[in-house]
């Protein structure tokens, strides 16, 4: 079993829709939450950083971490075909480990 | 300012051969971090710089190694590739404070034939 899961999708949404895209895992240690967009063939690109449980809203995206379910959501709101791209959520330890461990991200694709 | 910057963007070698990725951090940041990435895969780690020292290690075979200059860039060298070596290497870079947030540079594709 893998430390953290990630449904790869692919996902079909139309302009405008409201996105939910879901992580989980089995580490109860992980502290750090974050959500990194991937275009094809580029780098990942950081969108959300969140520590410990609870909300974080920056503009039309929302990070959403339940950790006493182990459960981590991105909401992207009023989505555009430029959100398609494939999602990757990652996660951390406390302290000095840096490592980040990610999921195998979900495909989005937003039609116009 | 400049992000993170990685070179070259792409590179074919054949098995047995030896391979240096290079990479030079945002402005500001301390610590390299390199991953790997499978197609279809989220990136893997391979290991962590900070002063000039490897800090952490990820489950990669000796093959791997790197360094890490005075002025924080990096370098990946990978001896005797394998076909299975083929892959998009990342580096990310990160600074003291937010010791988490990691900016990815836009990746070198490495093939192996």
């Known amino acids: 079993q893998k430390e953290v899961e990630q449904d790869p999708g692919p996902l079909s949404v139309p302009e405008g829709a409201i996105v939910s895209l879901n992580c989980t895992y089995s580490?109860?240690?992980?502290?750090?939450f974050m959500w990194y967009r991937q275009y094809s063939r580029k780098g990942p690109e950081l969108l959300m950083y969140?520590?410990?449980?609870g909300n974080k809203e920056d503009g039309r995206f929302t990070a959403q971490v339940d950790k006493s379910s182990k459960y981590i959501s991105l909401f992207i709101r009023d989505s555009q075909p430029s959100d398609s791209a494939t999602y990757l959520c990652?996660?951390?330890?406390?302290?000095?480990?840096?490592?980040?461990?990610f999921g195998s991200g979900t495909q989005l694709t937003v039609l116009p | 300012d400049a992000g993170v910057t990685q070179s070259p963007t792409h590179l074919i070698k054949t098995r047995g051969q030896q391979v240096t990725l290079r990479c030079s951090p945002k402005?500001?940041?301390?610590?390299v971090s390199w991953y790997q990435q499978a197609l279809g895969q989220g990136p893997q780690f391979i290991f962590q710089?900070?002063?000039?020292?490897?800090?952490q290690r990820g489950n990669f075979p000796d093959r791997f190694s790197g360094h890490q200059f005075p002025n924080y860039s990096s370098e990946l060298n990978v001896n005797a590739l394998l076909l299975g070596d083929s892959a998009l290497y990342l580096c990310?870079?990160?600074?003291?404070?937010?010791?988490?947030?990691?900016?990815f540079g836009p990746g070198t594709r490495l093939t192996v034939l």
């Open positions: 990310a870079s990160s600074g003291s404070g937010r010791v988490n947030e990691q900016f």
């Open positions: 580490n109860s240690a992980f502290q750090y």
């Open positions: 969140t520590y410990s449980s």
């Open positions: 990652a996660m951390s330890l406390s302290g000095s480990a840096r490592q980040l461990t």
């Open positions: 402005s500001g940041h301390d610590t």
């Open positions: 710089y900070y002063e000039e020292e490897e800090r």
